[in-house]
């Protein structure tokens, strides 16, 4: 399974950006599809997910009420609309898949693929 993420940027506080991730190949065998997020200087964090079964999701606290997390199987995209930035949303996001069980969805070591991650970057 190939990622592609895009849609990162430079926005003002307050502004909005939508990030996509394209999947390809073996994506029939992928479940569970996330955003996690990588500050300079900080570990990989979890900000969303969603999973194949009933397309449930979930959400960081830090983001829970801005982000909104998709997915357009048919497209084999998930996306990640993000509104009321904040200076520290900034960071390179990189989606993730795999087929982590519940407990092990905020955890990057659960996603045994991964994309090359956007920038986005948010002014004060």
């Known amino acids: 399974v190939q990622l592609q993420a895009s849609g990162g940027g430079l926005v003002q506080a307050g502004g909005s950006l939508r990030l996509s991730c394209v999947a390809s190949?073996?994506?029939?065998?992928?479940?569970?599809m996330a955003w996690f997020r990588q500050a300079p200087g900080k570990e990989r964090e979890f900000v969303a997910v969603i999973r194949s079964s009933g397309s449930r999701t979930y959400y960081a606290d830090s983001v829970k009420g801005r982000f909104t997390i998709s997915r357009d199987k048919a497209k084999n995209t998930l996306l990640l609309q993000m509104n009321s930035l904040k200076p520290e949303d900034t960071a390179v996001y990189h989606c993730?898949?795999?087929?982590?069980?519940?407990?092990?969805?905020?955890?990057?070591?659960?996603?045994?693929?991964w994309g090359q991650g956007t920038l986005v970057t948010v002014s004060s």
């Open positions: 190949g073996s994506v029939y065998s992928i479940n569970d």
């Open positions: 993730g898949a795999g087929n982590p069980i519940l407990s092990t969805v905020r955890e990057a070591r659960a996603y045994r693929y």
